[in-house]
C-alpha cells in the first residue's frame, strides 16, 4: 500500500502523525513531496521512520508526473489547490487512486472567497474524491466548493496529543503546588501574529497593577527586530519540538493573539498540556478548543483594550481555578487525536484499493 503526500509547508505536527501511521502500519509506503522549509520555522525533519522526503522544487510538471506513475500509490493527498502541477497530476489518477485534497480555511463570505468557490465547485469535486478539513467552519467552505457531507472529513489538523498529555501529567503536581505566573505565546513574528498590540497590552497592565506576571514568546519572524524589550517580557526564539518541554513545564497559561489563523494546531498542543487558553477569535482553533470561562477565554484582538481585558481575567484568578481551568483544558484536548487521524487515513487507502479493484 502506497501514500503519496504532497504537500505546500510541512510542520511537525503534520510529521508527527506520518509517524504514527507507519508505526501502526507498517506495511504502508509513505513519499512526501513538500516545498522547502520556511526560514522563519526552520524544523528539523527526520523522516528516517517514515518514508522518503522529497524537495517540490527539483520537479517540474513532467517529472513530477512520471515520478508519481513509477510509485503507482493507492492513497494521493494533496494540500490546497494552489500548486498547479499537482492538480493537473492529480486529474490523471482521479480514478486510479483515492485523491484527497486538505484545506484549513474557514468560510467568511468575502468577495474573493465567493468567486473562488463559484468557479472551483465546478472542478475541484471532480479531481478530489474527498476533502479533509479540521473542524466545521471549514466543513461549511467544503459544501462551498461543491463536496457534499459524505465526501466531506474532518480532524486533518491534530497535535501529538500522546506527547503533550504526557507533559500535563508529568507537570501537574507542581503547578498545582505553585501555578507558573507565566503567559506563553507560540508564534511568528508576523504582522498577523498581533505580538505587538500583546505587548503592549501586557506593559500597560504591569504599570497599572504591578504583578508577578511575565511574558514569555516563542518564534522568530520578519518583525523579530521590533521585538519589545520589558524585564518582564522574555524572547526564546525559535524552539525545536524536542526542546518544548522544559517550557510548557514553567510556563502556566497560553496566549495567542492572531489577527488571522486558519487554524493553529499550537493550541491543541497547549490544551493537552493543560494550559488554560486565551485565544483570539480569529483563530480556527478556538471553535473546537476553548470553551469560555471553562478552560479559558476567546478575545477579540483588535485592540489593546480588548487584550488588556482578557489577561486581566487570568491574572485575577485563584490558582485553584487556573489549575482546573488547566484539566479542563487536557480533556477537551482528547475529541481530536493522531488514533483517528491514522484510521481516516486507512479508510481512505481501503476505498483506494476498492477502486484499483473495480477497475
Known sequence: MKILILYMELADYTVQCLKKLKLA???????????????????????????????????????????????????IICSGWKDKSYLKVIRTWRNKATTVMCMDNEWHASLRQRLSALAARFFLPKVFNYIWVPYKRQGKFAKKLGFNDECIKYGFY???????????????KAKQAAFPKVFLCVARYFPQKNLETLWNAFVQLQNEEPNEWELWNMGT???????????????????????MEEYIAKAGVFVLPSLFEPWGVVVHEFAASGFPLLISKHVGASQAFVENGINGYVFKPSSV?????????????????????GINSAEIAKQINQEAWV?????????????????
Open 343 to 359: 484510521e481516516q487515513c486507512m479508510q481512505f487507502i481501503n476505498h483506494g484499493k476498492a477502486v484499483s479493484a473495480a477497475l
Open 305 to 325: 483594550e480588548n487584550i488588556k481585558e482578557a489577561l486581566l481575567k487570568i491574572m485575577q484568578l485563584p490558582d485553584h481555578e487556573l489549575n482546573q481551568m
Open 221 to 243: 519572524g520578519t518583525d523579530f527586530e521590533k521585538r519589545f524589550i520589558d524585564p518582564k517580557i522574555k524572547h526564546l526564539g525559535f524552539v525545536q519540538p524536542n526542546q
Open 158 to 172: 491534530t497535535a501529538d496529543t500522546e506527547k503533550f498529555s504526557g507533559f500535563y501529567e508529568k507537570n501537574i
Open 25 to 75: 502500519h507498517p506495511e504502508v509506503s509513505i513519499h512526501t513531496v513538500a516545498y522547502p522549509i520556511n526560514d522563519e520555522a526552520p524544523f528539523n525533519f527526520d523522516f528516517t521512520t517514515i518514508g522518503k522526503l522529497y524537495n517540490r522544487d527539483k520537479f517540474d510538471h513532467e517529472k513530477l508526473q512520471l515520478f508519481v506513475d513509477k510509485i503507482d500509490p493507492q492513497l
